[in-house]
């Protein structure tokens, strides 16, 4: 039977992390994983060139039942630290905007620069093994598709159940149960979130249409580009804002926050008074979306025929139109899943399990989901590397 002083399961960014990290102790670390390879989600992110982390972490930037909890994580292992590593390893990276960090030329570079950390301190990597089974006794047994383990440390990074088809399950999440951890209810996080049939019916010729927008769900608030789809809306303000949006929500949309709608339509009544209103629309709209929204406004004329009362109509649809969603795509397309092992349940310098000596939990599985924007990769190292340093 082999024997490992820390066993971590998931080798995504966070364990990842906390094997190098583990291993720089001098800890025989094993890494885990039910894929073929490691680090998928990092291959596939930011278009393939990763969005590593982002400039301005900040607390109030995750999603927790207890905000406060990240916080220590976040502030031992920072942003600035990721980045000095990515540089000594000669990454070539650029911010793109909003503070995101992505790779010059591919998320490979992130992929190869933590595999081969780990291959130089000597981590144990053993992919296409499943586990299934953990028991605890005074160590940890685990039984796998590649035989028996067993281990002094046991750390969970095995993600969440965004993006099932690359084989992301709720399995970190059973095995807090199996252990009496309690759990946050988990849903789909930064996801497009789609339109009841009637709704999808009429704005269906908007289909590839973006604009900047400022989108609002409560106090939640996010100006990033909005993008219309053939089952509703998506784009960076939209993947924000679903992380806040729950069944039954209405969303306020300002699809040009750039202008006051009623102010520019009076300032245009007075100069350009003979033009059509659609022709005046089209230069702040795209014009598909003007015609949408003209469609439920009389508008008979032209701009200077139009009275205020109507202007005012107009102008609340461009910045204050307000739709309720019927549902989101799910975790077929969601970047992350909210929710997860109650931080309650969880020593916040440590990730270990209060109630269950030598038992860690890091990265989404945990209840902390950022924004979009690299704040869920800096959160996979800062708990990676707050495990690492004592599993």
Known sequence: ??????????????????AIE??????????????????????????????????????????????????????????????ERVAHHNIPYHEKTLGQLFCDT????????????????????????????????DKFELQTSGGSVTCDSFVVASGGKSIPKMGATDFGCR????????LVETRAGLVPL???????????????????????CGT???????????????????????????????????LCPAQDGFTFLKAQKQTRGRQAVHTVLADILPRKLVE?????YPTQGNLADQPDKHLQALA????????????????RTAEVMLGGVDTDALQARTMEARSVSNLYFIGEVVDVTGWLGGYNFQWAWSSGWAAGQVA
């Open 220 to 254: 939640a608030e996010f100006r990033e580009g909005l993008l219309f789809t053939h089952r509703g809306l998506s784009g960076p303000s939209i993947l924000q804002i679903s992380s806040y949006w729950r069944a039954g929500d209405m969303l306020t949309i300002d």
């Open 106 to 137: 591919s998320a490979k570079d992130i992929i190869a620069m933590l595999t081969r950390d780990m291959a130089d301190l000597g981590v144990t990597l053993r992919l296409n093994t499943s586990l299934e089974s953990v028991q605890k006794s």
């Open 1 to 18: 039977m082999n024997h490992f002083d820390v066993a971590i399961l998931g080798a995504g960014a966070a364990g990842m992390m906390c």
């Open 316 to 331: 609340d649809r461009i910045n204050r139109w307000e739709i309720c969603p019927s549902g989101s795509e799910g975790y």
């Open 292 to 296: 949408y929204i003209l469609r439920d």
């Open 22 to 83: 583990a291993a720089k102790r001098g800890r025989r670390v094993l890494l885990l994983d039910h894929a073929k390879s490691v680090g998928e989600k990092i291959r596939i992110s930011g278009g393939g060139r990763c969005n590593f982390t982002n400039l301005d972490i900040q607390p109030d930037r995750f999603l927790s039942k207890n905000q406060r909890f990240a916080l220590s994580a976040l502030s031992r292992y920072t942003q600035w630290d990721f980045i």
């Open 194 to 216: 789609i339109f009841a049939d009637q709704d999808r019916a009429q704005m269906a010729a908007l289909a590839g249409v973006s604009v900047d927008a400022t989108v609002r």
């Open 175 to 182: 095995l807090a149960e199996q252990f009496g951890l309690p």
